[in-house]
């Protein structure tokens, strides 16, 4: 049974850095596009960033948050720094994943870090 495991989030000062990991656990054949997205209370989901061969990031957390990956250790990362109080949600990581002995990619979801900035 293949899951995505997330590790890293807590509580931070405001301008202060915090490093999300993810990473599958079971047997992967292949990994493809990684990204992080996050929900604060009372809104919806939304992409903090993803990582395939180039990065990309929502124009909210440009600047301040980066995305990389491991890939001798399958996994990816997400470091945040100048974190503000706006910043504060439940941070998901998602992924394409190939688990070995399946001939076809899905998507999986980690279940979440909470992330909270205070002011």
């Known amino acids: 049974q293949v899951q995505l495991v997330e590790s890293g989030g807590g509580l931070v000062q405001a301008g202060g850095s915090l490093r999300l990991s993810c990473a599958p656990s079971g047997s992967i054949f292949a990994i493809g596009r990684m990204g992080w997205y996050r929900q604060a209370p009372g809104k919806q989901r939304e992409l903090v960033g993803t990582?395939?061969?180039?990065?990309d990031y929502a124009d909210s957390v440009k600047g301040r948050f980066t995305i990389s990956r491991d890939n001798a250790k399958n996994t990816a990362y997400l470091q945040m720094n100048n974190l503000k109080p706006e910043d504060t949600a439940v941070y998901y990581c998602?992924?394409?994943?190939?688990?070995?002995?399946?001939?076809?990619?899905?998507?999986?979801w980690g279940q979440g870090t909470q992330v909270t900035v205070s002011s």
């Open positions: 998602n992924a394409q994943l190939t688990p070995y002995g399946s001939s076809s990619s899905s998507i999986y």
């Open positions: 990582i395939t061969s180039t990065t």
